[in-house]
């Protein structure tokens, strides 16, 4: 219960650095002592604690101002603090609950009064941690879900017009093809979205069908693989919507603007701990496609996807979502434009 907990204590008496050791110590907390508060941020900023416990009479700056810095700082305002005191005058006790302290202890300390106080106040802040960061997990998979579930809607409204102009050429067994193809799609976004986590093989399915709609609205100008080197892409986790935005980015900007003919190379493999998915295209590249770009504005599809990332990020603590983006060359001119996704292979 006590493992990885770390308390400071700052007080001047020795006798109490030794009583507070002898009780806290023994039941398994590690203590770290200082005995004057000029040295109290310096120790914060060194060490992760859990609990400060501060005497109001120290030499020098008192335990009442040191009690208020910590409680004005935006890094260590969580950060429960229990005081230390001969004094029990009830100005005394208002001040420090006023200034923010959890807690408070009369000298002589008692034992079990010791233990009986820390071990409240350091459940009752770990408690309230756990409900901020469920909160903010709640919050978060709230955004993510919505970002998810944003398909550009440049790409909607031009399906919808590629089926108008399928119906004025009285194209009938392709105006129902494509009918029944962009419901499919758009059923399987939907479902997708309501899920913080598919499978691969679900979202490898939902772009196949994302990517053979492209082509036909684009008049075949690009042709497309998909190579999946997963022996088992139904059992792999993966948050919905994450390639797709770069598909789109490879077909709009640079293979629909292309004179040659197009294509693009879905790749997907597994390391260890990672997956890795490839977006190859040999269109016009970055350089070019931005500056025919009509209005040169940031698609709302890659900035939802650059948004998403940061919030797995801060979801899973560590930057294990990442993007990459190489423009391709071939004697000195451009190839088209490569991009490398990577996240975590074991999201269940």
Request: charged share 25%.
């Amino acid at each position: 219960m006590y493992k990885d907990t770390s308390i400071l204590v700052v007080d001047d008496n020795r006798q109490v650095l030794e009583l507070v050791n002898h009780v806290l110590a023994q039941v398994g907390y590690h203590i770290s002592f200082i005995p004057k508060g000029q040295f109290l941020f310096r120790r914060l900023s060194s060490q992760k604690f859990d609990l400060v416990l501060l005497d109001i009479n120290l030499p020098g700056i008192s335990g009442f101002e040191l009690l208020k810095q910590i409680k004005s700082d935006p890094t260590y305002k969580a950060l429960p603090v229990i005081i230390i005191s001969a004094e029990e005058e009830d100005e005394t006790l208002a001040k420090c609950f006023d200034l923010g302290a959890s807690d408070y202890i009369k000298k002589p300390i008692h034992h079990e009064i010791l233990k009986a106080r820390v071990q409240s106040v350091i459940s009752a802040s770990r408690f309230h941690q756990n409900e901020i960061h469920q909160q903010k997990q709640e919050a978060l998979r709230a955004r993510m879900k919505m970002l998810s579930s944003q398909m550009n809607p440049h790409f909607i409204f031009n399906s919808l017009s590629s089926i108008q102009e399928f119906v004025l050429a009285n194209e009938t067994e392709k105006v129902l093809n494509y009918l029944s193809e962009f419901a499919g799609l758009m059923r399987q976004n939907l479902e997708n979205s309501m899920l913080p986590h598919i499978t691969l093989s679900k979202e490898l399915q939902f772009l196949d069908t994302y990517l053979k709609l492209e082509r036909t609205r684009f008049n075949n100008v690009f042709d497309y693989e998909v190579d999946v080197d997963i022996d088992t892409p139904e059992n792999i986790m993966i948050p919905p919507m994450l390639m797709q935005p770069y598909l789109e980015n490879a077909i709009i900007h640079g293979l629909r603007k292309s004179t040659r003919p197009g294509r693009l190379v879905l790749k997907v493999w597994e390391t260890e701990k990672s997956i890795f998915c490839s977006i190859k295209d040999n269109g016009i590249g970055r350089a070019l496609a931005s500056a025919i770009s009509e209005n040169h504005h940031h698609s709302i599809a890659m900035s939802n996807i650059e948004a998403r990332l940061e919030l797995l990020n801060m979801e899973f603590g560590v930057d294990v979502f990442s993007v990459a983006i190489e423009d391709l060359e071939e004697e000195n001119e451009p190839a088209g434009t490569q991009v490398t996704l990577c996240f975590p292979n074991d999201l269940h």
